[in-house]
């Protein structure tokens, strides 16, 4: 891991300053048979002993565990930004990134910059890292972790909380750049004011500008009454608009001029004044959009008056520990055991905490939360977690060999598309269209795009109200059994039963 970039920029594509503080090599406890202990620190300055008795953490205490040897493990520095650990005079079984270590082994400064994961016996594991020291700033409580990565971000949410400027989040998808809205949300003087919340990829690109600014009666076909947009919604409060990268070119236009004037103008409406704060996200590259001409450079700039970038999980292994812990908590209390990570044995192993930290993870914080709760419910009757092998569990993808977690998405040309493939992918995916330009390989856009040119398919905005209420009521309500009757978007068909108040 290199120095890291500073958390936030003034605008974008502007050279980020690199932090001071210097770095520092810690331990900091991934599991423990007491989970509060998990995420507690302790520095490794020179020659240092861990045993039970020694050092103390962050939180005052030592391990303190029974199954770890009062003869210490020994770190001793090792050439130039190394260590070496010997465990030679030690009872306690040591395993160094899953492999058992009986003498002594040296680690490279490489390693240490990635972190290393080591297991104390059966119930406590340590990760030993060289990261960027940084105090923990008294914002943003709601982002659980103890890495630099994260400490910045909670550094940049306090630097900026307080201000009416927009932010743009930049970071990959299932980092947590929603969680680091509402922590700007909760901080700031708008706190007491309503938070709305909306994914732009999930809105049909004709229906877009009626759900952020309303409509007038009569509008459209279909508007039989006015309707609030989101921005008045959010009025007094904050709106937070996540893969901004998806929003329709004609959109883009009227957000800027909101975000000049203060102002937005329902469709078929006369203008209205709101007070609004705007947090905009995306795992998109942005520049490159511009460059292309699908996204305004002007709106970039606009959106971009501070910047937050959230690191991938794989750069925040100190903090898998605890999210693990948070993330089983939440699992354990739906299946009904609520005190499992506190009894003998632990529910949450420290060997399934280590291999979980040893693990890449593309989905980051969200693939970490749907592992751990597929292993809960794997294993909702049994005393203990395990895990047959270091594979990745339900719930998280791999990375394609050779292919990088977190990069720029070489599409498909979406003019190499037949209307037969693209009818197709959609009916596999049951008119998920997230899933089908997956399918295809082409961005959420050009399937907007290829969907309004298409021959054989219909929007959801071209279907009667007799035709819905038909079937509104041959499914049951079910959206999903709906959209797939129709051949229409979820997304889509919610926004025209919502315009149409059926259901």
Not at 282 to 296: C, S, Y
Request: glycine share 10%.
């Amino acid at each position: 891991m290199e120095d890291t970039l500073d958390a936030a920029t003034l605008q974008p594509g502007a050279p980020s300053r690199r932090v001071g503080p210097s770095r520092v090599v810690r331990l900091v406890i991934l599991a423990h048979p007491d989970p509060d202990r998990v995420g507690a620190t302790a520095p490794v300055a020179g020659r240092l002993e861990l045993s039970r008795a020694t050092p103390a953490f962050s939180d005052g205490q030592p391990l303190r565990d029974r199954f770890i040897s009062r003869a210490p493990v020994v770190f001793e520095p090792a050439g130039a930004l190394g260590l070496t650990l010997s465990a030679h005079d030690t009872r306690t079984a040591v395993a160094v990134d899953g492999g058992r270590v009986q003498g002594a082994i040296t680690l490279s400064p490489e390693r240490l910059d990635r972190g290393v994961v080591v297991e104390l016996g059966p119930n406590v594991a340590v990760l030993l890292e060289r990261s960027r020291l940084i105090p923990q700033p008294a914002v943003g409580a709601t982002l659980l972790g103890v890495s630099a990565g994260l400490m910045g971000v909670r550094q940049a949410v306090g630097q900026v909380a307080d201000l009416g400027v927009p932010v743009l989040i930049r970071g990959p998808s299932g980092a947590g750049k929603e969680l680091v809205a509402r922590a700007l949300h909760a901080h700031s003087p708008r706190a007491a004011g309503p938070f709305a919340a909306v994914n732009m990829g999930a809105i049909a690109p004709n229906l877009a500008a009626s759900e952020l600014f309303g409509h007038a009666r009569g509008a459209f076909s279909g508007a039989a009454s006015a309707r609030d947009g989101l921005f008045v919604e959010a009025n007094g409060g904050t709106l937070f608009l996540d893969e901004i990268g998806e929003c329709p070119p004609e959109v883009q236009a009227a957000l800027l001029r909101t975000l000049e004037t203060g102002e937005v103008r329902p469709v078929g409406g006369a203008p209205r004044r709101v007070d609004v704060r705007l947090v905009a996200a995306t795992d998109a590259d942005l520049e490159a959009a511009v460059a292309d001409g699908r996204f305004k450079s002007p709106l970039l700039h606009r959106l971009a008056g501070f910047v937050v970038q959230v690191p991938p999980l794989d750069a925040r292994r100190a903090d898998v520990g605890l999210l693990a812990y948070h993330f089983a908590a939440q699992a354990l209390a739906q299946v009904g055991r609520p005190d499992a990570l506190r009894a003998e044995p632990p529910f949450l192993p420290a060997g399934v905490v280590a291999a979980l930290a040893r693990r890449s993870w593309p989905g980051n914080v969200r693939g970490l939360r749907n592992a751990i709760q597929q292993l809960v419910i794997e294993h909702r009757h049994a005393p203990q977690m395990v895990l047959v092998s270091d594979d990745v569990p339900a719930g998280e993808t791999p990375a394609p060999a050779g292919e990088p977690a977190v990069g720029r998405v070489r599409y498909r040309k979406a003019s190499d598309v037949t209307d037969a493939e693209l009818v197709q992918a959609l009916r596999d995916s049951g008119f998920a269209l997230k899933a089908a330009a997956a399918a295809l390989n082409i961005s959420r856009t050009a399937l907007y795009g290829l969907i309004d040119r298409s021959p054989t398919l219909r929007k959801a905005s071209d279907l009667g109200e007799a035709e819905l209420r038909r079937a509104f009521e041959a499914s049951g309500g079910d959206l999903a059994q709906m959209a797939a009757r129709l051949e229409v978007s979820p997304a889509g068909l919610k926004a025209r039963l919502s315009a149409l108040q059926i259901g």
